[in-house]
Structures are given as structure tokens and as C-alpha cells.
């Protein structure tokens, strides 16, 4: 059984495994120190927000997100990270990850929730197609 939830004073560990796991992924390395900083805003739950999946109480997935102004629409839901233990998918962790985001995005009002991932990254893609609409946009960035 898979339980949604915020993340509690004693992930600290694992979700730090499973943050190190996303950035490995991405090939985007942090210093231990951005960990920790990102714990702290996390737990703070002021700007950024965290929910994390638990199979069979243990975590095994995250979902980071927040909520910013939307010029022509009131407000937006940015899914900025999704990841799931490699050894924990398959059993719909990043679904109910997904889907409990869009419920706090619908419970604020946000007129949408979005996301980016690699082009490659054919397996959660797949999921995504499932879950929302491709945009024709192209990213660019500084």
C-alpha cells in the first residue's frame, strides 16, 4: 500500500538518499550543504513544499513542488522534482505522488500544474503522458 504524506522530522535520511538519487540522475550535482538547506526549507513549508511516498512504510519517493503567481491566471503549481527509488517502481509511487499534487494545486486554485523532464527519459514519460498533456514549448534558460 502506498501512503501520501508530508515528509516527517525523521526522513531526514532518506529523503536525502532519495534527493541525491534525483541529482545523480539529472547530473546535477549539489554540495552537502544545499541538502541541508533544502531540508530546512522543506520542513519550514513557507515557500517550498514536500511530499514524499511510503511503501510499506518506508520512503521511497519524493515530490517537491510550490506555488507561484500566474500572470493571466491567479496562481500556478510548479512540480520542480519527482523520484522514486529505482528499486521501489513500478507499484505507483510517482502516480499517487503526481496526483496528490494536483489535489493541493485544486484545493488552492491554481489554474495548472506543470513540469519538465528530459527528453529521454522515455520511462517516466510515459507516465506523464498519462497524467497530463505535452506542451509545445520549448525550455530555455540562463
Excluded at 519524493?62 to 527509488?85: I, K, M, N, R, T
Excluded at 505507483?92 to 486554485?109: H, K, N, P, S
Excluded at 519538465?116 to 527519459?121: A, E, H, P
Aim: proline share 4%; net charge neutral; charged share 25%.
Amino acid at each position: 500500500m502506498i501512503e501520501i504524506g508530508p515528509f516527517r522530522p525523521g526522513d531526514r535520511d532518506a529523503w536525502e538518499a532519495l534527493a541525491r538519487g534525483y541529482k545523480v540522475f539529472y547530473q546535477d550535482p549539489m554540495p552537502d550543504e544545499a541538502y541541508e538547506q533544502t531540508w530546512r526549507r522543506l520542513a519550514a513549508g513557507t515557500e517550498l513544499r514536500g511530499l514524499g511516498a511510503r511503501l510499506d512504510g518506508r520512503l521511497a519517493g519524493l515530490a517537491h513542488y510550490f506555488f507561484h503567481p500566474a500572470f493571466w491566471s491567479g496562481e500556478a503549481c510548479y512540480l520542480q522534482d519527482l523520484f522514486v527509488d529505482e528499486t521501489l517502481r513500478g507499484q505507483g509511487a510517482g502516480r499517487a505522488l503526481i496526483e496528490a499534487v494536483y489535489r493541493e494545486a485544486d484545493a488552492r486554485g491554481a489554474s495548472r500544474t506543470y513540469w519538465m523532464t528530459q527528453q529521454g527519459n522515455h520511462t517516466a514519460r510515459s507516465l506523464y503522458d498519462s497524467l497530463a498533456t505535452l506542451s509545445p514549448f520549448v525550455h530555455y534558460r540562463r
